[in-house]
């Protein structure tokens, strides 16, 4: 079984159904006996800050994003994070890498599925992580 990273983006396409990647995100998730599915508390809080600022017309209650993160992602998803000093040699390895501004949340990412031990990054911004050394293979859902 391969294991697999999602991205923030994987979980806005797959519970917003009006966005154009949607059903290909949905179906992604659906696998779960093809992947074994992480994804780092960064991409849950990522996830919840999209979500309830959305524009749209009707705004999202924020009860009822942790009611999606609660009962569609925490049953079927490993959430991983990096350990105090991990965070720390990660800072380190950013700061050598001259890693700044934003690119910093998806490097954290990667380092995460790094940690995991995953086959692949499926994410719907394939060159925010392609500029990445990694043997992850970062993946767009079909």
């Known amino acids: 079984m391969k294991i697999a990273f999602l991205d923030t983006s994987i979980f806005v396409s797959a519970f917003y159904k009006k966005h154009p990647l949607h ?21 849950l809080t990522e996830y919840y800050s999209v979500m309830t600022r959305l524009p749209i017309p009707i705004k999202i209650d924020p009860l009822v994003i942790f009611s999606l993160i609660e009962e569609n992602i925490v049953p079927y998803i490993e959430i991983a994070s990096l350990t105090s000093n991990e965070s720390v040699s ?53």
């Open 90 to 142: 990660f800072l380190k390895k950013a700061s050598r890498l001259q890693i700044i501004g934003g690119n910093i949340h998806d490097f954290y990412h990667l380092n995460v599925a790094e940690k995991a031990k995953c086959d692949i990054l499926y994410t719907l911004n394939t060159k925010d992580f392609i500029k990445f050394k990694s043997e992850i293979k970062i993946l767009k859902p079909e």
């Open 23 to 43: 059903d290909s995100c949905l179906n992604l998730l659906s696998q779960r006996k093809k992947y074994r599915f992480i994804t780092s508390s960064h991409a």
